[in-house]
């Protein structure tokens, strides 16, 4: 089953995008790492594929360091894994000024591998996100910019250069609205319909998708298959659900861990 899903459709049409398959994890759940936590779920898959957890103390680094966070963050480096630093951008209205002040107390506080710029965009201000970009890699050249618009329309193209990787859709596998989000209708049905497949110009490395609301394992692997068939080498499943859909990992998670191992064989 496997090899015929992988010699067919995108993936096929895209033989030399042969970067290996990320999970990238929001890991919006605390680190209660005397007791278990998920994140000890992310340290047993780091030694089996690429992870990269997105950190969230307090929609960003909070006031002060949380040695709990630190634990885990070491243990999770430790592993084999990475761990980037979540920043809201509040779609262009917050100063660049104040979101590198996140950025310095993540690397000062848990010396993180990169940074998640949310809420990208400029519906709400104008926060120039390539000179934004130039700052942080001034900061560490090889920090992992990972920026999110959650969107694959054209317009999204020209965050690209902002950018290491962009999260190009965020939402669930189905919505019942037929103008909201939708990975079912991605990338070109429903609302996306008449959308230019832009994102099949990248290697894979440039791109993510986060999806929420997957019901069930056989769906978990046709959403995986179809987003890495699209060219997102980083991503993610779940079956947890609105309003917060990154408070635990899905039941599935030892099961998608073997999927993406799978498919990296094969990449």
């Given at each position: 089953m496997a090899m015929a899903i992988l010699t067919a459709g995108p993936i096929a049409a895209n033989p030399a995008r042969a970067a290996e398959v990320t999970a990238l994890v929001p890991a919006y759940f605390y680190p209660t790492w005397w007791s278990g936590s998920p994140w000890d779920d992310l340290n047993a898959a780091a030694a089996r594929i690429p992870v990269e957890a997105i950190m969230n103390p307090a929609s960003g680094p909070d006031t002060a360091a949380n040695p709990d966070y630190q634990h885990a963050v070491a243990a999770l480096q430790a592993a084999g894994g990475r761990v980037i630093g979540y920043v809201a951008t509040g779609y262009g209205s917050r100063p660049a000024a104040n979101v590198l002040a996140d950025v310095a107390s993540y690397l000062d506080w848990y010396k993180v591998d990169g940074i998640f710029l949310d809420e990208?965009?400029?519906?709400?201000?104008?926060?120039?996100?390539?000179?934004l970009y130039n700052s942080i890699k001034a900061m560490g050249d090889d920090l992992h910019v990972v920026g999110n618009p959650g969107i694959p329309f054209e317009q999204v193209e020209a965050l690209i250069p902002a950018t290491d990787t962009?999260?190009?859709?965020?939402?669930?596998?189905?919505?019942?609205?037929?103008?909201?989000?939708?990975?079912?209708?991605?990338?070109?049905?429903?609302?996306?319909?008449?959308?230019?497949?832009?994102?099949?110009?990248?290697?894979?490395?440039?791109?993510?998708?986060?999806?929420?609301?997957?019901?069930?394992?056989?769906?978990?692997?046709?959403?995986?298959?179809?987003?890495?068939?699209?060219?997102?080498?980083?991503?993610?499943?779940?079956?947890?659900?609105?309003?917060?859909?990154?408070?635990?990992?899905?039941?599935?998670?030892?099961?998608?861990?073997?999927?993406?191992?799978?498919?990296?064989?094969?990449?």
């Open positions: 990208m965009g400029n519906q709400s201000g104008g926060l120039d996100y390539v000179a962009l999260v190009i859709f965020e939402g669930p596998l189905q919505n019942a609205d037929p103008n909201g989000a939708s990975f079912r209708e991605y990338p070109d049905r429903g609302p996306y319909a008449g959308l230019p497949l832009w994102f099949t110009r990248y290697d894979r490395s440039r791109l993510a998708n986060l999806v929420f609301g997957v019901p069930d394992p056989l769906d978990m692997i046709l959403g995986l298959f179809k987003a890495v068939g699209y060219n997102a080498g980083y991503v993610y499943l779940t079956d947890d659900q609105l309003p917060n859909p990154y408070d635990t990992l899905p039941s599935y998670w030892e099961q998608e861990v073997a999927w993406i191992e799978l498919l990296n064989w094969f990449l």
